[in-house]
């Protein structure tokens, strides 16, 4: 079993479901801009808002739109509720072992980790902090630096096959969490991927110490 040092965590998906939330503010966008909603969720998975909107109609003023879909989302945000065995497994760890790297805005992140009763991590990169967004590997990078240590060295735990793929660009480790999203084929074969449902199926090694819900 590899030993690693720090832990980082994706977050919608992976540490809390907020499906409820993100879909439903996609959907209202989608009608107000006659999209058909499921084109949206197709490609939209894990990756920035900004990103998604630039691809479908890059026309719009996408600062005005995110701003519109992140207000759609906050009012959401007690719909949020943690992924199975998360809040369990996050106490078995320190503060300074692990931190999250998310897709979504700061704030939003923040409120979403709170109404999960998730805590807020020392070391939260989000949306702002990266020039690139999922699947780039900046944010998993950056996180890593930020944990004081090399990306080979840490874990990461994703559920969306574009962050799956920004971590291990980055050079991590994967755990693919399929509680609320679905298994990815084309990469959990890969040697440095596995999958477990939810933290209730993890068992893994961090600074020699065993990090299970069982242990």
């Not at 980082?8 to 989608?30: C, H, K, P, Q, R």
């Not at 300074?96 to 979403?112: F, M, N």
């Not at 068992?203 to 990090?211: A, D, G, K, T, Y």
Request: some cysteine; glycine content about 4%; charged content about 25%.
């Amino acid at each position: 079993m590899k030993n690693y040092a720090k832990f980082i965590f994706d977050m919608d998906g992976t540490l809390v479901d907020s499906t409820y939330a993100v879909e439903n503010a996609w959907s209202i966008w989608a009608t107000e801009h006659r999209i058909n909603v499921d084109t949206i969720l197709a490609i939209s998975h894990g990756r920035p808002s900004d990103d998604v909107i630039k691809e479908l109609m890059p026309h719009l003023s996408i600062e005005e739109e995110v701003a519109k879909l992140e207000a759609i989302e906050m009012s959401n945000v007690d719909s949020v509720k943690p992924v199975r065995g998360a809040i369990d497994f996050l106490s078995r760890l320190e503060d300074h072992d692990w931190g999250v790297y998310t897709s979504a805005p700061r704030e939003l992140a923040i409120q979403r980790l709170k109404a999960a009763s998730i805590p807020v991590p020392k070391t939260l990169i989000t949306v702002e902090d990266v020039q690139k967004g999922k699947p780039d590997p900046e944010g998993y990078i950056l996180a890593a630096k930020q944990l004081g240590v090399s990306p080979e060295q840490c874990l990461v735990f994703e559920d969306a096959h574009a962050g799956i793929l920004s971590a291990m660009e980055a050079g991590c480790d994967v755990i693919n969490i399929t509680a609320v999203g679905p298994e990815h084929p084309s990469v959990v074969n890969k040697t440095n991927v596995s999958v477990a449902v939810d933290y209730l199926d993890v068992s893994v090694l961090l600074n020699n110490q065993l990090i299970s819900i069982d242990s």
